[in-house]
């Protein structure tokens, strides 16, 4: 079965770092697009960052932006998300996802992982 499986989530204070991985379980998630989304105590989940099969391409939530940073290494069926300057309100279940009917950005998720918790605290 095609599983996404997060990794890297935990307790760090405010301005800390923390970076998420993401290891998918078949070679062809090479091929899709590839984000991390994230769901806050009481919200809806969001997008956060997203990234091309090849990595050309990446776009992010104007809340992340210049402190977030996503990659992929295919040759591991790996995703990253490297997160500097962490914020409270950056707490959250991070989820990877996938679209596998695209390449170069999400359009629909169809693969959703289990999520990593993130907590920052102030």
């Known amino acids: 079965q095609v599983q996404l499986v997060e990794s890297g989530g935990g307790l760090v204070q405010a301005g800390g770092s923390l970076r998420l991985s993401c290891a998918a379980s078949?070679?062809?998630?090479?091929?899709?697009?590839m984000g991390w989304f994230r769901q806050g105590p009481g919200k809806e989940r969001e997008f956060v960052a997203g990234?091309?099969?090849?990595?050309?391409?990446?776009y992010y939530a104007d809340s992340v932006k210049g402190r977030f940073t996503i990659s992929r290494e295919n040759a591991k069926n790996t995703v990253y998300l490297q997160m500097n300057s962490l914020k409270p309100e950056d707490t959250a279940v991070y989820y990877c996802?996938?679209?596998?009917?695209?390449?170069?950005?999400?359009?629909?998720?169809?693969?959703w992982g289990k999520g990593t918790l993130v907590t920052v605290s102030s």
């Open positions: 996802a996938a679209d596998s009917t695209a390449a170069w950005g999400i359009v629909r998720v169809d693969y």
């Open positions: 078949e070679r062809t998630f090479n091929n899709y697009a």
């Open positions: 990234i091309s099969w090849n990595g050309g391409r990446t």
